[in-house]
Protein backbone atom coordinates (compact mmCIF):
# COMPACT_ATOMS: atom_id res chain seq x y z
CA UNK A 1 0.00 0.00 0.00
CA UNK A 2 1.87 3.14 -1.39
CA UNK A 3 1.99 6.01 1.22
CA UNK A 4 0.69 9.87 0.72
CA UNK A 5 2.54 10.74 -2.81
CA UNK A 6 3.73 14.34 -2.97
CA UNK A 7 5.29 16.18 -6.25
CA UNK A 8 7.17 17.82 -7.02
CA UNK A 9 9.96 17.21 -3.88
CA UNK A 10 11.58 20.48 -5.17
CA UNK A 11 9.60 23.44 -7.60
CA UNK A 12 11.46 26.70 -7.91
CA UNK A 13 9.74 29.58 -8.78
CA UNK A 14 10.51 33.29 -9.68
CA UNK A 15 7.98 35.75 -8.56
CA UNK A 16 4.99 36.45 -9.61
CA UNK A 17 5.09 32.77 -11.58
CA UNK A 18 2.04 30.11 -9.66
CA UNK A 19 3.15 26.87 -8.03
CA UNK A 20 1.07 24.09 -8.20
CA UNK A 21 1.41 21.08 -5.66
CA UNK A 22 0.31 17.67 -5.76
CA UNK A 23 -0.96 15.46 -3.44
CA UNK A 24 -2.17 11.81 -3.75
CA UNK A 25 -3.75 10.16 -0.42
CA UNK A 26 -3.01 6.70 0.61
CA UNK A 27 -5.20 4.16 -1.01
CA UNK A 28 -8.76 4.52 0.47
CA UNK A 29 -8.35 7.85 2.15
CA UNK A 30 -10.65 10.57 1.72
CA UNK A 31 -8.97 13.37 3.86
CA UNK A 32 -6.26 15.13 2.71
CA UNK A 33 -4.89 17.72 4.86
CA UNK A 34 -2.52 20.68 3.91
CA UNK A 35 0.91 22.29 5.96
CA UNK A 36 3.23 24.62 5.93
CA UNK A 37 7.04 24.28 7.12
CA UNK A 38 8.59 27.37 7.35
CA UNK A 39 12.41 27.09 7.99
CA UNK A 40 12.95 26.19 11.76
CA UNK A 41 9.35 25.98 12.42
CA UNK A 42 6.73 23.70 13.24
CA UNK A 43 4.07 22.53 10.69
CA UNK A 44 1.14 25.07 10.37
CA UNK A 45 -2.52 23.94 9.58
CA UNK A 46 -3.52 25.46 6.11
CA UNK A 47 -6.13 23.75 4.68
CA UNK A 48 -8.75 20.53 5.10
CA UNK A 49 -10.47 18.65 2.22
CA UNK A 50 -12.93 15.97 1.48
CA UNK A 51 -13.49 14.57 -2.14
CA UNK A 52 -15.40 18.08 -3.98
CA UNK A 53 -15.23 19.57 -0.53
CA UNK A 54 -13.35 22.03 1.19
CA UNK A 55 -13.94 21.32 5.15
CA UNK A 56 -11.66 23.59 6.91
CA UNK A 57 -9.35 26.48 5.34
CA UNK A 58 -9.05 28.57 8.19
CA UNK A 59 -5.24 28.35 8.12
CA UNK A 60 -5.02 29.71 4.39
CA UNK A 61 -3.81 33.09 3.62
CA UNK A 62 -6.97 34.81 2.16
CA UNK A 63 -5.24 35.87 -0.91
CA UNK A 64 -3.36 33.82 -3.47
CA UNK A 65 -3.58 30.50 -1.86
CA UNK A 66 -6.62 27.72 -3.27
CA UNK A 67 -6.95 24.06 -2.55
CA UNK A 68 -8.61 21.10 -4.43
CA UNK A 69 -9.59 17.84 -4.00
CA UNK A 70 -11.71 16.56 -7.11
CA UNK A 71 -13.53 13.25 -7.30
CA UNK A 72 -11.45 11.81 -9.44
CA UNK A 73 -7.31 12.89 -8.87
CA UNK A 74 -5.00 14.15 -6.47
CA UNK A 75 -5.28 17.15 -4.39
CA UNK A 76 -4.18 20.02 -5.76
CA UNK A 77 -2.94 23.00 -3.95
CA UNK A 78 -2.11 26.70 -5.88
CA UNK A 79 -0.44 29.02 -5.05
CA UNK A 80 -0.83 32.57 -7.23
CA UNK A 81 1.80 35.01 -8.14
CA UNK A 82 4.48 33.25 -5.80
CA UNK A 83 6.35 35.73 -3.08
CA UNK A 84 9.39 35.34 -1.15
CA UNK A 85 7.82 34.89 1.81
CA UNK A 86 6.06 31.85 0.07
CA UNK A 87 8.99 29.74 0.36
CA UNK A 88 8.68 26.80 2.62
CA UNK A 89 7.86 23.16 3.12
CA UNK A 90 4.46 21.98 1.86
CA UNK A 91 3.21 18.67 3.71
CA UNK A 92 0.21 17.23 3.13
CA UNK A 93 -1.27 14.60 5.41
CA UNK A 94 -4.41 11.87 4.72
CA UNK A 95 -6.63 9.81 7.07
CA UNK A 96 -9.29 7.16 6.25
CA UNK A 97 -13.25 7.90 6.78
CA UNK A 98 -13.47 5.97 9.74
CA UNK A 99 -10.41 7.19 10.86
CA UNK A 100 -9.38 6.15 14.54
CA UNK A 101 -7.39 8.26 17.03
CA UNK A 102 -6.82 11.35 14.64
CA UNK A 103 -4.02 9.59 13.22
CA UNK A 104 -3.07 11.04 9.85
CA UNK A 105 -0.28 9.90 7.47
CA UNK A 106 2.42 12.33 5.98
CA UNK A 107 3.61 12.86 2.80
CA UNK A 108 7.79 13.57 2.04
CA UNK A 109 6.56 17.58 1.30
CA UNK A 110 7.38 19.82 -1.60
CA UNK A 111 10.11 22.15 -0.85
CA UNK A 112 9.00 25.43 -2.44
CA UNK A 113 11.65 27.74 -3.34
CA UNK A 114 10.85 31.55 -5.07
CA UNK A 115 13.49 33.06 -6.42
CA UNK B 1 -7.36 28.12 21.06
CA UNK B 2 -4.99 25.12 21.36
CA UNK B 3 -1.69 25.39 21.98
CA UNK B 4 1.52 23.18 21.92
CA UNK B 5 4.32 24.05 23.44
CA UNK B 6 8.09 22.41 23.38
CA UNK B 7 10.35 24.68 25.72
CA UNK B 8 13.60 22.64 24.19
CA UNK B 9 14.66 23.39 21.09
CA UNK B 10 17.48 21.25 21.22
CA UNK B 11 18.45 18.20 23.59
CA UNK B 12 21.65 16.09 23.63
CA UNK B 13 21.99 12.58 24.36
CA UNK B 14 24.29 10.05 24.09
CA UNK B 15 23.90 6.39 22.62
CA UNK B 16 22.26 3.84 24.45
CA UNK B 17 20.97 6.71 27.27
CA UNK B 18 17.71 7.87 27.90
CA UNK B 19 16.58 11.36 27.11
CA UNK B 20 13.08 12.64 27.81
CA UNK B 21 11.70 15.81 25.77
CA UNK B 22 9.23 17.91 26.88
CA UNK B 23 5.87 19.28 25.37
CA UNK B 24 2.95 21.03 27.52
CA UNK B 25 -0.67 21.79 25.58
CA UNK B 26 -4.05 24.10 26.01
CA UNK B 27 -7.29 22.92 25.69
CA UNK B 28 -10.82 23.04 26.81
CA UNK B 29 -11.85 19.90 25.57
CA UNK B 30 -12.11 16.90 27.43
CA UNK B 31 -11.62 14.07 24.88
CA UNK B 32 -8.30 14.48 22.46
CA UNK B 33 -5.01 12.95 21.26
CA UNK B 34 -1.45 13.76 21.75
CA UNK B 35 1.22 12.60 19.48
CA UNK B 36 4.56 12.55 19.02
CA UNK B 37 6.25 13.03 14.99
CA UNK B 38 9.55 12.73 14.30
CA UNK B 39 11.18 14.16 11.26
CA UNK B 40 15.00 12.82 9.90
CA UNK B 41 16.88 15.15 7.63
CA UNK B 42 14.56 13.84 4.75
CA UNK B 43 12.00 16.07 6.24
CA UNK B 44 9.58 12.97 6.16
CA UNK B 45 6.75 13.29 9.41
CA UNK B 46 7.09 9.91 10.70
CA UNK B 47 4.35 9.05 13.99
CA UNK B 48 6.30 7.83 17.19
CA UNK B 49 3.48 7.23 19.26
CA UNK B 50 -0.17 8.22 20.05
CA UNK B 51 -1.82 8.79 23.50
CA UNK B 52 -5.55 9.13 23.99
CA UNK B 53 -6.64 11.36 26.36
CA UNK B 54 -9.52 9.47 27.86
CA UNK B 55 -7.04 6.04 28.37
CA UNK B 56 -5.39 6.69 32.11
CA UNK B 57 -2.34 3.90 30.84
CA UNK B 58 0.53 5.82 29.17
CA UNK B 59 1.54 4.67 25.51
CA UNK B 60 4.42 2.38 24.48
CA UNK B 61 6.27 1.45 21.54
CA UNK B 62 8.98 -0.32 21.57
CA UNK B 63 11.91 1.81 23.00
CA UNK B 64 9.35 5.18 22.78
CA UNK B 65 7.06 5.74 25.66
CA UNK B 66 5.12 8.66 26.92
CA UNK B 67 4.57 10.08 30.24
CA UNK B 68 0.68 11.31 30.07
CA UNK B 69 -0.12 14.28 32.94
CA UNK B 70 -3.92 15.07 32.06
CA UNK B 71 -4.03 17.39 34.87
CA UNK B 72 -1.31 18.76 34.44
CA UNK B 73 -1.67 19.03 30.40
CA UNK B 74 2.08 17.68 30.28
CA UNK B 75 3.09 14.85 27.37
CA UNK B 76 6.52 14.17 27.55
CA UNK B 77 8.57 11.62 25.54
CA UNK B 78 11.43 9.19 26.81
CA UNK B 79 13.73 7.53 24.46
CA UNK B 80 15.20 4.79 25.74
CA UNK B 81 18.52 3.10 24.63
CA UNK B 82 19.13 6.04 22.34
CA UNK B 83 20.33 4.93 18.83
CA UNK B 84 21.99 7.23 15.89
CA UNK B 85 19.08 7.22 13.90
CA UNK B 86 16.62 8.47 16.78
CA UNK B 87 18.66 11.91 15.59
CA UNK B 88 15.87 14.02 14.51
CA UNK B 89 13.60 16.97 14.94
CA UNK B 90 11.00 15.48 17.05
CA UNK B 91 7.15 17.13 16.92
CA UNK B 92 4.69 17.19 20.01
CA UNK B 93 0.92 17.28 18.24
CA UNK B 94 -2.86 17.62 19.32
CA UNK B 95 -6.06 17.07 17.55
CA UNK B 96 -9.39 16.35 18.55
CA UNK B 97 -9.98 12.86 16.34
CA UNK B 98 -12.00 12.73 13.49
CA UNK B 99 -11.74 15.19 10.75
CA UNK B 100 -9.64 17.01 12.65
CA UNK B 101 -6.57 19.36 11.88
CA UNK B 102 -3.19 18.96 13.44
CA UNK B 103 -1.84 21.77 15.50
CA UNK B 104 1.90 21.42 16.37
CA UNK B 105 4.88 22.32 18.52
CA UNK B 106 7.91 24.13 17.41
CA UNK B 107 10.17 21.08 17.69
CA UNK B 108 12.78 19.62 19.37
CA UNK B 109 15.95 19.04 17.51
CA UNK B 110 17.61 15.93 19.26
CA UNK B 111 21.23 15.20 18.92
CA UNK B 112 22.70 11.59 19.81
CA UNK B 113 26.44 11.56 20.32
CA UNK B 114 28.51 8.04 20.38
Known amino acids: NAGVMQNPRHLVRRRGQEARLRCSPMKG ?48 LRIQQVVRGDSAAYFCASSPPSIQGGIQYFGAGTRLSVL | AQTVTQSQPEMSVQEAETVTLSCTYDTSESDYYLFWYKQ ?38 KISDSQLGDAAMYFCAYNTGTASKLTFGTGTRLQVTL
Open chain 1, 29 to 76: HSHVYWYRQLPEEGLKFMVYLQKENIIDESGMPKERFSAEFPKEGPSI
Open chain 2, 40 to 77: PPSRQMILVIRQEAYKQQNATENRFSVNFQKAAKSFSL
